[in-house]
């Protein structure tokens, strides 16, 4: 018989507590509408004056927006939530009622509520109402449960009171908004809890101030990151890293400007249908302001690599044509929509637009598939799936006619089921010049993030009128590939920073070794060592803060440096360093030459130590 190799602790460890989104498990969609529900009913209950507006599901629980002359103090929400559980004790039964327009006018007039007038003006038939009992209503579609009942207090939570404007309008009436959470289980709240205290340890911006990655600066502005020499360290080495892998795989680096004519992008279709998310323009003077004649920052790099690609005219023989840019962007987003990294208003791309012949498409999409793969293997990021983001065929919000997307749309969904891939599709998800396939990555803490991305377009290459010379000599259209293995480098990081907790691999980490004299009398060899270290490429440093042996290490320990040196008069004399690595822990001292080595050798194959 084999013997398990697992530890009786390992044996004890309790199964891990799945936690569904609510677009995964029905059951938790009508638990959490109807504990909105009960919520604005304790809300009025307890402030008569307040109005309630809109109260929806969100993936991991429910808020409501709330009209209120009384600001909501934290303390509230302990209130709120007593009076939750009467109405929930209550058993009250959850009636859905469906009446015409001119009835739910007269009721909601009765009550003296005009967001609901405004919410009745924008839904359509049938409308229908939800009463808890004969106690409260609302305007909903639901769906909901059948009772009171059917919720457990115990699984029920307020979180935060937030700050909100009526149709997330900064023109409107600012709202008071509650946020809470529900869930099936007790077990799953205290689990949903767990995360949430966990994902503030590993937040980006906590971590990246401790460790000295990037800082914000008010004089600068919100959602300008700057990178400290630490960081800037982190970006190249993951710059340089994707680099190589393009070099590899005949990529052509390039490079492009941050601002261009505001015509470019009439041209590309971004200034008709992505404005609103570009800064704005700017113009020599009011006239040429009011002819839309100026300049503008960059919201995409395409249609500078299209300038490139266009500036003569290809043979067949020079496609597939890959240019890659790190090129950085800038988006216009409101304030309120800013977050540490992963959402800014300038950052980096790991941009590449590749122009293919239309027999070439199939071949070049699952090579560029097969890139985000290795990358994502190299970063350690495993649990992702893969989104078919398509075009809504009833929104206005897109270029070109049904033949181009319904071809570059089968291109997608044909490479899927080639490779096989965990997909899903998306419509409404689509870039306005093409369909996408969005790579969805989930976290240690079950959190969803879009990370890389691969599009097809016919439509720019029609917008642009792009040629090369077929083989017969006939002048064709090229398609083109638009690709971000990374997606932004900003996000990625914050990401990363997340996913490692601030401990990344080796190959990645800003400050690879340092080096612990245990006085300064030791400190010469150190540094020399620290030289042959830097001359290999390897990240060292010396430690020259005169601490004690336990303060360097717990300094270290800290900053999360993957591998610590301590050098004292046996290492000196021996020619050696007792090495501690957070991956193996203690090492015992070893030969400075086979520690060299094994470092190099770690790094290049981006292991551990």
Not at 518 to 537: N, T
């Amino acid at each position: 018989m084999v013997k398990s190799s697992m530890s009786p602790s390992d044996e004890q460890q309790p199964e891990k507590i799945y936690l569904p989104r609510t677009s995964e498990s029905d059951t938790l969609k009508r638990i959490r509408h109807t504990a909105s529900h009960v919520m604005a009913m304790a809300v009025q209950k307890l402030f008569p004056k307040a109005q309630v507006t809109i109260g929806p599901w969100t993936e991991y629980g429910f808020y409501y927006d709330f009209d209120c002359p009384e600001p909501f103090a934290e303390k509230d929400l302990k209130a709120i939530k007593k009076e939750m559980v009467k109405i929930i004790n209550q058993k009250l039964p959850v009636i859905r009622e469906e009446v015409s327009r001119q009835e739910a006018k007269q009721r909601i007039e009765a009550l003296g509520e005009p967001y609901k007038l405004e919410i009745l003006d924008s839904i359509q038939e049938p409308i229908t109402l939800y009463h808890l009992g004969d106690r409260w209503w609302d305007l909903c579609a639901g769906p909901h449960v059948e009772s009171t009942a059917e919720l457990n207090p115990k699984a029920i939570d307020l979180e935060t009171v937030a700050g909100a404007y009526w149709r997330g309008d900064a023109n409107n009436a600012q709202l008071q908004r509650i946020y809470g959470t529900a869930w099936e289980t007790p077990e799953q709240l205290q689990e949903y809890k767990r995360r949430k205290e966990e994902a503030l340890k590993r937040d980006h911006r906590k971590l990246g101030k401790e460790l000295g990655l990037f800082i914000f600066a008010d004089p600068v502005g919100p959602g300008l990151p700057l990178w400290t020499p630490k960081g800037t360290i982190l970006r190249s080495t993951l710059e340089n890293f994707l680099k190589e892998e393009q070099v590899k795989r005949g990529y052509l680096g390039v490079v492009t400007p941050h601002i261009a004519r505001v015509d470019l992008f009439k041209t590309s279709g971004h200034w008709q249908k992505y404005q609103e998310d570009m800064f704005p323009m700017m113009a020599e003077d009011a006239a040429a302001a009011t002819a839309e004649q100026g300049f503008v920052l960059k919201p995409m790099n395409c249609p500078f690599h299209i300038q490139i690609y266009k500036s003569e005219l290809r043979s067949y023989r020079d496609l597939p044509m890959r240019l890659a840019e790190f090129g950085t962007v800038y988006r216009y987003e409101q304030s309120g929509e800013l977050g540490g990294l992963t959402r800014v208003r300038g950052f980096t791309v790991d941009d590449s637009h590749l122009f293919v012949t239309p027999e070439q498409l199939e071949a070049e999409f699952l090579n560029v598939v097969d890139l985000i793969l290795s990358v994502f293997d190299s970063l350690q990021l495993k649990d992702f799936k893969a989104r078919l983001s398509f075009r809504d065929p009833e929104s206005d919000k897109y270029i070109g006619d049904d033949e181009a997307w319904n071809k570059a749309q089968n291109a997608i969904r044909h490479a899927v089921q080639t490779l096989g891939m965990d997909s899903f599709e998306a419509p409404g998800e689509a870039a306005f010049y093409g369909p996408k396939l969005d790579f969805i990555f989930r976290d240690v803490l079950d959190r969803e993030w879009q990370l890389g991305t691969v599009q097809v377009d016919y439509n720019l290459p029609e917008r642009f009128e792009l040629e090369y010379v077929a083989e017969d000599g006939s002048r064709q259209r090229p398609v083109m590939i638009h690709r971000a293995p990374f997606g932004s480098l900003e996000r990625l990081i914050g990401i990363l920073i997340e996913q490692y907790a601030g401990d990344f691999p080796l190959w990645l980490a800003p400050e690879q070794v340092r080096l612990l004299p245990v006085s300064d009398e030791f400190l010469p060899y150190a540094q020399e060592v620290v030289s042959q270290m830097q001359r290999l490429g390897i990240r060292a440093v010396a430690d020259t803060s005169q601490e004690r042996l336990g303060k360097l290490i717990r300094n270290a320990e800290k900053a999360k440096i993957p591998v610590m040196g301590v050098v004292g008069a046996k290492e000196v004399e021996s020619q050696s360093l007792s090495v501690r690595t957070r991956a193996s822990g203690e090492l015992g001292s070893i030969p400075t030459a086979e520690v060299l080595e094994k470092l190099t050798g770690a790094i290049d194959s981006r292991g551990n130590f």
